[in-house]
């Protein structure tokens, strides 16, 4: 599995936009690039997954570097219940999880 | 629909003894299983996952042991646990592609769904 790179925390405000990005430099050809969220005390949920092409979901968009070196998490209207760690992981057969990134929404 | 369940949601344990956690999914079947560890601020450790009955794969020695007794039943063991075996513990589950690989499917993709945890204190 590819070794992902994110930013420890980000702010956003309500109603904006919330742009997570995630730095996956050894993602080999055949692996997908996934993200999940993880609200406290909850289990990960899915958000989106790719491999080379954007893709759009009712919950984010992916935008995926034509390297496919790195990707970023687009939350278009981030609402208060946003607020959680947001994973970014890239994998073929098994998934590798670090940190992720505790994204916090304010009013 | 697809359910997983865990249980139990929390479990307090003292040094040295044994430790069983369960979980099992609805809704599907033959699905590759995964546990994972998340210790207190700490990433998601991968500890084992398995693509069928009786089929275990290790990520990480440890203490810790894992079987799957049933095709939707996925059970986490320890005949003596430790001060570090402290942590949510979760679940999860994914499409399985082709019967009869040793290691998981190379699935499309590998969506995987996860169990609300155990939280697990070692005192």
């Known amino acids: 599995d590819a070794k992902t790179t994110q930013p420890t925390s980000m702010d956003c405000a309500e109603g904006r936009a919330a742009n997570l990005p995630c730095n996956h430099s050894?993602?080999?050809?055949?692996?997908?690039v996934y993200w999940y969220r993880q609200i406290h005390s909850q289990g990960p949920q899915y958000i989106i997954h790719?491999?080379?092409n954007n893709e759009t979901n009712e919950m984010a968009s992916l935008i995926i570097t034509e390297d496919r070196k790195s990707s970023t998490l687009i939350l278009p209207h981030a609402t208060l219940r946003d607020t959680a760690v947001y994973y970014c992981?890239?994998?073929?057969?098994?998934?590798?999880f670090g940190k992720g990134t505790m994204l916090l929404v304010s009013p | 629909s697809q359910t997983i369940h865990q249980w139990p949601a929390t479990l307090v344990q003292p040094v040295g003894s044994p430790l069983s956690l369960e979980c099992t999914v609805e809704?599907?079947?033959?699905?590759?299983l995964y546990w994972y560890r998340q210790a207190a601020g700490r990433g998601l450790q991968l500890l084992f996952y398995?693509?069928?009955?009786?089929?275990i794969s290790s990520e990480v020695p440890q203490n810790l042991s894992a079987s799957r007794p049933q095709d939707r039943q996925f059970i986490l063991s320890s005949k003596k646990l430790l001060l570090s075996d402290s942590g949510f513990y979760l679940c999860a589950w994914s499409v399985h592609g082709t019967s009869g690989s040793p290691t998981p499917s190379r699935h499309i993709y590998n969506e995987q769904f996860f169990g609300p945890g155990t939280r697990l204190t070692v005192l």
């Open positions: 050894t993602i080999s050809g055949n692996e997908y």
């Open positions: 790719g491999l080379k």
């Open positions: 809704g599907t079947s033959n699905p590759n």
């Open positions: 398995s693509v069928g009955i009786g089929q």
């Open positions: 992981t890239a994998g073929y057969s098994t998934l590798t």
